[in-house]
């Protein structure tokens, strides 16, 4: 589209070398534009905030490398504004970047540091106070979708939570669609499993 | 399991749940959970583990440390054009950082807005609009010679006006930073005087006034962006002057000039 192209000439030219120099007006255009890309992904970053906070705390565990998490993300999605293809979901594309950080960088640390993820006092389940019933119930899923190993703990959120289409999911964990319907399968039977043993308890 | 019937797996039924099939495979699923009471039982036992997730999980948004995150991500500067060179003319570059600070401004405003409904004083908002703009300058910016007396005066005439004060290039002189320019800005409708200038030892450094009639309080200091702030008002004017520079030499220089303000 004409349009698009005039308002983000950096997504499609900007690595290209081209052989005749742009005049000078048009170079202005083009650094502003990547630019304004920038303060688009600032203001998706601004409303994404929490729900990225949520994904990293899922991955991690730990509400202090969740918020280091998103704080990486929001600096390298900041640095990749142009690779973000307008028109497509943010919100994808910043769980991606957060996934991988994850994935690559905190996670990778840890292990290389003997570091473990399953401390008995790192969990999902939020604190108590004012527990309704409501609140209960949550509680008591979350203390099981916690006992679930991480890769479809992540999967089960993205899905479920987020409510992401599977090539969605396969996307973001950067797996096959087959891999995630197992996980997706596998936690389905395991948390129905652990929820006919509650009723026997 | 029955043997004269395929049972389909859990990964198909799954799919099958979450309607992630064609319509094709949805159909032969039903079919076989009509006919196939083990079928049946298994869609129902996977179904009973895929429930009230998002209920679950929605407490834990509610815990996301909002104004924290919304700091941080408002602390991380505007990127500089890194292929700015190659990119840009040098005109294009400086001409894209003039963008970049509307856009900080722009969104500094929305981030004060969101600031606002989860109940921070005001007094400390504009200082932080002030930040996450002086946040952005660098020795560069501030690059070139000092303006003379009657360039200044000028700048600082139209401030003058709006603010209902009486700037001269001797009352806004500080004893270190040279003076770079004075402009004014405006910040929830209130015009916002914002003085720069260049210490030779730490960089940046900005002196901001804006209308108060919240009354007159004794300087204080605070950390704002990476920066240091010392803050006081006036009966009329509330005052802030940032930099990088230590807190105590932020303070000497803030005492030389309060007393020119309290007339």
């Given amino acids: 589209m004409a349009v698009a192209h005039a308002l983000f000439p950096a997504y499609s030219r900007a690595e290209m070398a081209s052989p005749v120099r742009p005049a000078a007006q048009s170079k202005t255009i083009g650094a502003e534009a990547a630019i304004a890309s920038e303060a688009d992904i600032r203001k998706g970053l601004t409303e994404h905030l929490s729900q990225l906070w949520r994904y990293g705390l899922v991955l991690s565990r730990k509400r202090d490398v969740a918020e280091d998490l998103v704080q990486q993300t929001c600096v390298r999605a900041l640095e990749r504004a142009v690779q973000f293809a307008p028109g497509t979901h943010l919100d994808r594309w910043l769980f991606s970047i957060l996934h991988s950080i994850w994935l690559n960088e905190i996670r990778a640390s840890r292990v290389r540091n003997g570091q473990g993820f399953a401390d008995a006092e790192d969990t999902l389940v939020f604190d108590g106070a004012g527990a309704t019933e409501t609140h209960v119930a949550a509680s008591q899923l979350l203390r099981k979708i916690d006992k679930l190993p991480e890769a479809q703990r992540s999967a089960i959120f993205l899905a479920y939570v987020e409510g992401l289409s599977y090539r969605e999911v396969a996307e973001i964990l950067d797996i096959p669609i087959g891999t995630v319907m197992s996980r997706l399968a596998a936690a389905r039977a395991k948390l129905s499993g652990a929820a006919a043993e509650g009723k026997h308890e | ?263």
């Avoid at chain 2, 504009?126 to 703009?133: D, G, P, S």
């Fill in chain 2, 1 to 263: 399991m029955s043997s004269d019937i395929r049972m389909p797996s859990d990964e198909d039924l799954t799919a099958f749940l979450d309607g992630e099939m064609s319509p094709q495979e949805m159909d032969r699923i039903t079919g076989l959970a009509n006919s196939n009471e083990e079928v049946a039982a298994r869609i129902e036992f996977l179904a009973a583990g895929g429930s009230s997730f998002r209920e679950a999980f929605a407490p834990l948004l509610e815990q996301a440390p909002k104004e924290r995150l919304e700091a941080m991500l408002a602390g991380i500067p505007t990127q500089e054009r890194k292929h700015g060179a190659s990119f840009a003319s040098r005109r294009g570059f400086f001409g894209a950082l003039a963008a970049s600070l509307v856009i900080g401004v722009i969104a500094d405003r929305t981030y004060l807005r969101l600031g606002r409904s989860i109940g921070k004083d005001e007094g400390s908002e504009w200082r932080l609009a002030v930040a996450q703009y002086i946040a952005l300058y660098t020795a560069d910016t501030l690059a070139g010679p000092v303006p003379p007396a009657d360039v200044q005066a000028a700048q600082l005439a139209r401030i003058d006006s709006k603010l209902d004060l009486a700037l001269s290039p001797e009352t806004v002189a500080l004893p270190g930073p040279d003076f770079k320019r004075a402009q004014l800005l405006q910040y929830e409708d209130r015009p916002l005087a914002q003085i720069v200038y260049l210490d030779p030892e730490s960089g940046p450094m900005a002196l901001c006034i804006i209308h108060s009639d919240d009354g007159a309080k004794a300087p204080d200091v605070e950390g704002c962006k990476g920066m240091n702030v010392v803050y006081w008002s006036t009966a009329t004017h509330a005052f802030m002057l940032i930099g990088h520079a230590p807190v105590s030499r932020l303070r000497e220089i803030a005492n030389t000039i309060r007393p020119k303000f309290t007339a």
